[in-house]
């Protein structure tokens, strides 16, 4: 039974392969727009950054109010009137925001980056253990790369990370597409 469902699953997505193309081609256009004005897309990055702040501010300031005692209440509502300031701040100034912004994704990436060297070196025995070991190691020198050319590089570089993430996703919207074409 199972395998009569995988395979009328697999084939409304053959059916629809064509979308799955043109998704992908629509996200390698919007990639090479953003890479040709990285500065742009670092912009738009934060604003989208401030929009989700601004959601989620609203959203914990209805919260608070469902909650019953007072003390929780005024934990949510300062968490929410700090969102919402938050992003109003990504409004105001999108520059000094994409500044904060790349130094947060600097350290995340230096933090993930060790752990996942941690990780992998602790893996020794297992097969594979190596592929990880490199990924952590290439992903603290991004932070560390980052981090180094802070703020400088804080104008282009969340733009730039935007443009590589839609041209990936574009490549394998368009490959999934037409792999299952066939």
């Known amino acids: ?13 053959q059916s ?5 193309a043109l998704l992908g081609v629509l996200l390698i256009v919007c990639g090479l727009i953003a890479l040709a004005n990285v500065a742009l897309a670092t912009v738009v990055s934060v604003y989208y950054v401030g929009i989700l ?15 019953r005692t007072w003390g929780q209440v005024l934990v949510w509502a300062l968490s929410g009137v700090l969102y919402i300031l938050a ?6 100034n999108p520059l000094l925001a994409s500044a904060v912004l790349t130094l947060f994704l600097a350290v995340a990436l230096l933090i993930a980056g060790v752990f996942r060297t941690w990780v992998g070196w602790r893996m020794r025995p297992v097969r594979g253990w190596g592929w990880v070991l490199a990924s952590g190691i ?20 969340l733009g730039l990370f935007l443009a590589c ?3 990936v996703q574009g490549w394998s919207m368009l490959a999934f597409g037409l792999a299952v074409r066939r």
């Open 138 to 157: 290439i992903t603290a020198l991004a932070g560390v790369v980052i981090a180094t050319g802070w703020p400088v590089n804080s104008l282009w570089i």
């Open 53 to 67: 702040m601004l959601i989620g501010g609203i959203v914990y300031l209805v919260h608070a109010f469902q909650v």
């Open 87 to 92: 992003g109003f701040f990504a409004f105001e």
């Open 16 to 20: 629809k392969w064509g979308w799955f």
């Open 165 to 167: 993430d839609l041209l």
């Open 1 to 13: 039974m199972a395998d009569m469902s995988d395979r009328l699953s697999f084939s409304s997505l």
